[in-house]
């Protein structure tokens, strides 16, 4: 496997970091996910421009334009002949001293992943999901914006921890009001008389690439479709439920905190939905 890092295709093994690095140390610097499909990268210009926005929000130089970063993803997914991939782009303040001064990292780190990538099994997305509401909850936007998609996932691992731990495959997690926020790497739906709900970012909530076109999609299927601050209670009697995310795509939720969600079995909506998204990765990207 061939690594983009700092200009270069090297080797898997031979892509190192320093342990200096300030990504590494703190946490501090700036990643997406983006996925590839039959040859066409999905939203990559998306992705790349919700990159760039957290850089400039943590003030982090990102090395390449965003012409050159594209360039640089289609030569990481050439080099290891992928037709299918999860994409991996990480920018981080580069190596510094061992304090928090970010004017110490005079050169920030760039490096790309191509691999594949299987976050639930067929079987999850046949069935649906059985998740559970964690004790951790969502970090508040005024302590760090959940829009910068920054290294420091440290909230979502504690909340995933929760989740295995009482033999969930995925965690729920409420804001420091008690309101549904996301989970630990997926936006969240419910469908109630075919209107399709998500809460708004300002509860402390990722704006996903994916969370943004399965709501254009359900509108093109003239669903309404809403933001609106949730409830535990609005989940736990919706019609269905799913979760939305970049690795993940769209996958039902049948089950939360033992409480069955309509059926018991996913849902002609979010069925709907899922094939429309399919379709669409498919046939919208960048081709390679």
Same mark, same amino acid.
């Given at each position: 496997?061939?690594?983009?890092?700092?200009g270069?295709l090297?080797?898997?093994e031979?892509?190192?970091?320093s342990?200096? %690095?300030h990504g590494l140390?703190?946490?501090?610097g700036?990643?997406?996910?983006?996925?590839?499909?039959?040859?066409l990268v999905?939203?990559?210009?998306?992705?790349?421009?919700?990159?760039?926005e957290?850089?400039?929000?943590?003030?982090?130089?990102?090395?390449?334009?965003? =012409?050159?970063l594209?360039a =640089?993803v &289609?030569?990481?997914?050439?080099?290891n002949?992928?037709?299918?991939a999860?994409?991996?782009?990480?920018v981080?303040r580069?190596?510094?001293?061992?304090?928090?001064?970010p004017?110490?990292c005079?050169?920030p780190?760039l490096?790309?992943?191509?691999?594949? &990538?299987v976050?639930?099994?067929?079987?999850?997305?046949?069935?649906?999901?059985?998740?559970v509401?964690?004790?951790?909850?969502r970090n508040?936007?005024?302590?760090?914006?959940p829009? &910068?998609?920054?290294?420091?996932y440290? /909230?979502?691992?504690?909340?995933? &921890?929760?989740?295995? /731990?009482?033999g969930?495959a995925?965690?729920?997690?409420?804001n420091?009001?008690?309101?549904?926020?996301?989970c @630990?790497?997926?936006?969240?739906?419910?469908?109630k008389?075919?209107?399709?709900?998500?809460?708004p970012?300002?509860?402390?909530?990722?704006r996903?690439?994916?969370?943004? @076109?399965?709501?254009?999609?359900?509108?093109?299927?003239?669903?309404?479709?809403?933001?609106e601050v949730?409830t535990?209670?609005?989940l736990? /009697? =919706? %019609?269905?439920?799913?979760? @939305?995310?970049t690795?993940?795509?769209?996958?039902?939720?049948?089950?939360?905190?033992?409480?069955?969600?309509g059926?018991g079995?996913?849902?002609p909506? @979010?069925?709907v939905?899922?094939?429309a998204?399919?379709?669409?990765?498919r046939?919208?990207?960048?081709?390679?």
């Amino acid at each position: 496997m061939k690594i983009y890092l700092n200009g270069k295709l090297v080797d898997r093994e031979r892509a190192t970091v320093s342990v200096y %690095d300030h990504g590494l140390l703190y946490g501090d610097g700036v990643f997406e996910g983006i996925r590839a499909y039959r040859r066409l990268v999905f939203k990559l210009e998306e992705h790349l421009d919700r990159l760039f926005e957290s850089a400039h929000t943590l003030m982090l130089t990102v090395p390449l334009s965003k =012409a050159q970063l594209a360039a =640089a993803v &289609i030569q990481t997914l050439k080099a290891n002949h992928l037709a299918d991939a999860y994409i991996r782009v990480v920018v981080t303040r580069g190596p510094g001293d061992l304090g928090l001064d970010p004017r110490k990292c005079p050169r920030p780190t760039l490096f790309i992943i191509a691999d594949r &990538i299987v976050l639930y099994p067929d079987q999850l997305y046949r069935e649906g999901l059985s998740i559970v509401t964690v004790p951790t909850q969502r970090n508040v936007p005024e302590a760090l914006n959940p829009q &910068i998609k920054s290294l420091n996932y440290l /909230n979502n691992i504690l909340a995933k &921890i929760e989740a295995t /731990n009482a033999g969930s495959a995925e965690a729920l997690m409420l804001n420091a009001q008690g309101y549904v926020a996301e989970c @630990t790497g997926e936006n969240v739906f419910l469908v109630k008389r075919r209107a399709v709900l998500t809460p708004p970012p300002y509860v402390g909530l990722l704006r996903g690439i994916t969370r943004d @076109t399965v709501m254009a999609l359900a509108r093109r299927q003239r669903l309404a479709v809403r933001e609106e601050v949730l409830t535990r209670h609005d989940l736990f /009697n =919706a %019609d269905e439920c799913f979760l @939305t995310g970049t690795a993940a795509e769209i996958v039902p939720v049948v089950r939360i905190d033992g409480r069955v969600i309509g059926t018991g079995r996913p849902g002609p909506v @979010t069925g709907v939905l899922r094939r429309a998204y399919q379709r669409l990765t498919r046939t919208d990207g960048v081709r390679y």
